[in-house]
């Protein structure tokens, strides 16, 4: 019987059986979650031995795992079949992915106590928490303790993936050490710090709650929409927190006003949007494989355009009535209640479904950066400014572009990279987030993330060559 394979593919149809060393850890990252759904099941697993196996399951079975996978290779991205497997093509696994993390999105927002969160003592697999939660703050945990536990685990064990895959490019692996590190300690240690050293989130010995406002120094409005209501305004004032207190609201204002608009005029919204954001750095580790799935259709666009402006409307309109019936110490503006008709549907449309519900749930399906593409409106702020007034661009070298599509492929925001890299012209998009990956996966090198003089940076190729015709520009 012949062994001959008569398949005239060059990369391998069938890839390599996966070693003992990749199914051990699988195995242990599997046991990880098993032990987070056995808690959520409400099966009694002692919370000092369950949280270790769990999380520590996770990070080192998903390190153990990526390091066979990626380092026995040449270096290089290997995004080999991604449009063949049925977690990352829509299929079965995608849909079923889906499903599990909306349904869990819905739960922490509306239906916590179904993660064991009650208010005379928390129960399931919030209640595993509870020990790592007395340890930096001294309560038991909440839903959101909860999701940011889990939300670091991700972004630290899939980055760590994602440094090994992405080894060869230096850009790459300092931005994700970058993403890691933004969310670790600024996201995640030192609000959880600062509520353990009572400058935050605090009840006192006689029962009284003193507020709470957001410690992460990264989320500023309009991401972080809630930044102008009154429980935060107030809790930025309370005399127990100070001098943190009116620190994180002096930064959170100049954030918006000086910060953002110099360094995006710098360097484009890059900075935030793939460097230091939550949400993005979810994006870029956990939402990796499924960076492809980004529609790239003419309606796509449109659609993303009247969206995440509109979005920018409502944040601002909903902000403005927020500061009018704070210093103006009412509830309702032009006849409508403030909270009824501003916050709250905001909150709801936009702050959960949009962002959370649909924003993450969504990657098997809609790509990894819906959210960041659609709907933030702190994108959309930065998006102006890189259009219209910034140093950043993607410089083509057009004469090197061999069409082969993997940078419009690989776009998370559905830009068309490949149409301007043809007509060698320079790429400066409101929507880009600079990720860098369309020139990481372009094997020519024609694509090159730069900060330059502004003038040019939009002008036409001498030379236009388009679909149906090639022209002289003016």
């Not at 809630?226 to 930064?251: C, H, M």
């Not at 905001?346 to 790509?367: D, E, K, N, R």
């Not at 990720?435 to 940076?457: F, M, Q, T, Y």
Request: glycine residues 12%.
């Amino acid at each position: 019987m012949s062994s001959v394979d008569p398949s005239l593919s060059i990369a391998n149809p069938e890839p390599k059986d996966t070693d003992v060393i990749q199914k051990a850890g699988l195995a242990l990252a599997g046991l990880g979650v098993l032990v987070l759904f056995l808690s959520w099941g409400n099966v009694a697993i002692p919370a000092s031995i369950g949280l270790p196996v769990a999380l520590l399951g996770i990070l080192v079975g998903t390190v153990i795992y990526s390091a066979r996978l990626y380092l026995n290779q040449p270096e290089g991205i290997k995004n080999n079949g991604v449009w063949f497997k049925s977690l990352t093509s829509r299929g079965v696994l995608g849909w079923v992915a889906g499903i599990i993390l909306t349904g869990f999105y819905v739960i922490l927002y509306w239906y916590p106590e179904y993660i064991g969160f009650k208010a005379g003592g928390n129960e399931g697999m919030v209640a595993l928490f509870d020990p790592l939660s007395m340890f930096f703050k001294g309560t038991p945990a909440s839903q959101w303790f909860v999701y940011g536990t889990l939300y670091t685990l991700c972004i630290t064990a899939l980055g760590i993936k994602f440094l090994f895959k992405y080894r060869h490019n230096r850009y790459q692996f300092i931005r994700t050490l970058v993403v890691i590190a933004s969310q670790l300690f600024l996201a995640y240690l030192i609000p959880e710090i600062l509520a353990g050293l009572n400058y935050n989130d605090v009840t006192t010995s006689s029962g009284e709650y003193l507020g709470y406002f957001n410690t992460d120094l990264k989320n500023t409005w309009p991401l972080d929409y809630d930044f102008f209501y009154d429980w935060q305004l107030n809790a930025f004032q309370q005399e127990a927190y100070q001098p943190v207190g009116t620190l994180y609201l002096i930064v959170g204002i100049a954030m918006f006003l000086v910060v953002t608009p110099i360094i995006t005029y710098y360097v484009g919204k890059r900075w935030y949007c793939s460097w230091v954001c939550g949400c993005g750095g979810l994006a870029e580790t956990a939402g990796d494989p499924f960076r492809h799935l980004s529609s790239k259709k003419l309606s796509a666009w449109k659609l993303e355009r009247w969206l995440i402006h509109g979005v920018m409307v409502f944040v601002f309109v909903m902000t403005a009535a927020t500061i009018y019936g704070y210093f103006w110490n009412t509830g309702e503006v032009f006849g409508l209640n403030i909270y009824n008709n501003f916050q709250k549907p905001y909150g709801f449309l936009i702050g959960a479904t949009f962002s959370g519900v649909i924003g993450v749930g969504f990657y098997p399906m809609l790509g990894n950066r819906v959210w960041c593409r659609f709907g933030c409106p702190m994108a959309g702020y930065m998006g102006i400014i890189q259009r219209f007034k910034s140093r950043f661009r993607i410089t083509t070298n057009g004469g090197q572009c061999i069409s082969c599509g993997n940078c419009s492929t690989y776009c998370e925001q559905g830009i068309d990279v490949r149409a301007y890299a043809q007509k060698g012209q320079n790429i400066v998009r409101a929507s880009c987030v600079g990720c860098g990956i369309c020139s990481a996966v372009c094997p020519r090198g024609v694509l090159k993330l730069e900060n330059g003089p502004e003038e040019g940076r939009t002008d036409l190729p001498p030379i236009i060559i388009g679909n149906e015709s090639i022209k002289v520009s003016n």
